[in-house]
């Protein structure tokens, strides 16, 4: 680490929480600046990123065609809170009623993913009359304190008052199911486990189901194909509705389809995003069915939910997205990605698992020929990634998972620049 940036760092650690922690352990990057698909840090040294601010920066850094629209909004007006009425706010929620599936309509803007998280337990709790929220283990939902009760990661539980109305059951995660299952047992197995969960810890009634399309820090693990469509008639049986936590997974980032619940046929009841739908301004959003959102009464306002600039860098994200075909680009070029992954895990026996949709991949690091997470390796291999000028992220209970989520604008050649360096990254951490 230079001494430009220790100077930095040093400054850091004396006015910031210990909590706020950086990737890169005693070298963290500094940030200078950023443009499209590249980081500068304080040093001078250019990154190709493939992390994006965990997924946020969806059509990549300074994208002039949301920065001028932000500029042109912060100079008309720049807060006004939910309390006034706005064109933009309504635009944006009339944009995301068109394209959510089935019956969503209604929108509710906040600052962030825990908040629009948040929300959506307390419309589903109103609407059902039950308290009880059923959620997987490996996920994330935030840091609030019923986000950190949602999220089965127990780093990431760190407050110390737990909702006692959440409950886990087993997730889908392929990989690690036990004793070799194939798709369909380990489907049968979670049925079995949201059964007895339902009739040991609760009632029989639930306020909600949540879950990610794809768990985000829980490592990318997609589920198998037919789990929503098996789990969805329990959920009902049960008087609950199902949230779709789309904070990760929404806006184009699986290929194809604007939101990640959709690669599996299910209409959700409740949906909530932020990260990638205003390209990195802090957003949080839900959008419920016209009965559901009704339920929740009472008086209510976000201050921030809605302000107008972010508004601006919504509806210029989603407009971008739709006007340059970025849900096919991304699909597209996650397939490219994924091709070269695969080649990267039968060529080196510490790649256990190779997964994702789109452009949100994953690839989970083991001791060699083993299940055995290998934490240390990963961190390495970042590490020798940023080495070569590649940014990507991590994740999984185990800190074993590499995560890797271009914006969703990336070009064939970048794509293939970052192959190149995870190769070398691989071949560096080989032994």
Not at 66 to 95: D, F, G, P
Not at 108 to 116: I, R
Not at 324 to 351: K, M, S, V
Request: glycine share 8%.
């Amino acid at each position: 680490m230079s001494q430009k940036t220790a100077d930095l760092k040093a400054r850091h650690d004396a006015v910031l929480f210990p909590a706020v922690t950086q990737y890169y352990g005693d070298s963290p990057i500094a940030v200078d600046h950023a443009k499209d698909q590249y980081i500068w840090d304080i040093e001078g040294n250019r990154y190709l990123d493939f992390f994006g601010g965990v997924l946020t920066v969806s059509i990549g850094h300074a994208n002039d065609y949301v920065t001028e629209r932000m500029i042109e909004q912060i100079k008309r007006v720049q807060h006004t809170s939910t309390l006034y009425l706005t064109e933009l706010m309504v635009q944006v929620a009339e944009k995301v009623a068109a394209l959510a599936p089935g019956r969503l309509q209604k929108c509710y803007f906040t600052n962030s993913g825990s908040e629009a998280n948040e929300t959506a337990i307390l419309a589903a709790r109103m609407y059902t009359g039950n308290n009880t929220i059923i959620a997987l283990r490996h996920a994330y939902s935030g840091r609030t304190t019923t986000a950190m009760s949602i999220t089965a990661h127990g780093t990431w539980r760190l407050s110390p008052v737990i909702d006692p109305e959440v409950r886990h059951v087993r997730a889908p995660y392929a990989y690690r199911a036990p004793f070799e299952m194939t798709e369909e047992q380990l489907i049968e197995l979670c049925v079995q486990d949201f059964e007895e969960v339902l009739a040991t810890t609760t009632n029989g009634k639930i306020a909600a189901f949540i879950a990610e399309p794809i768990q985000g820090v829980g490592g990318f693990v997609v589920p198998p194909q037919a789990y929503f469509k098996r789990i969805m008639p329990l959920v009902k049986e049960a008087g609950g509705v199902f949230i779709a936590d789309e904070v990760q997974t929404g806006w184009g980032r699986t290929g194809s389809k604007w939101f990640g619940i959709e690669q599996f046929g299910i209409e959700p009841d409740i949906m909530t995003f932020a990260k990638g739908m205003a390209n990195g301004a802090p957003i949080g959003c839900t959008i419920a069915t016209p009965e559901i959102a009704e339920a929740l009464q009472g008086m209510t306002f976000s201050t921030f939910g809605g302000n107008p600039v972010t508004m601006a860098a919504a509806l210029a994200t989603i407009e971008y997205i739709e006007q340059n075909d970025l849900l096919t680009n991304a699909a597209e070029r996650g397939q490219q990605l994924r091709t070269h992954l695969e080649a990267l895990q039968a060529e080196f026996p510490y790649i256990g698992d190779v997964r994702g949709m789109g452009l949100m991949q994953g690839v989970e690091i083991v001791q060699p020929n083993t299940k055995t997470p290998d934490p240390a390796r990963t961190a390495a291999f970042m590490n020798a990634a940023r080495q070569h000028g590649l940014l990507i992220g991590k994740g999984g209970l185990y800190g074993n998972v590499l995560r890797i989520a271009p914006h969703l604008n990336v070009s064939a050649e970048d794509i293939e620049t970052g192959a190149q360096i995870l190769a070398k990254a691989a071949a560096d951490v080989a032994n």
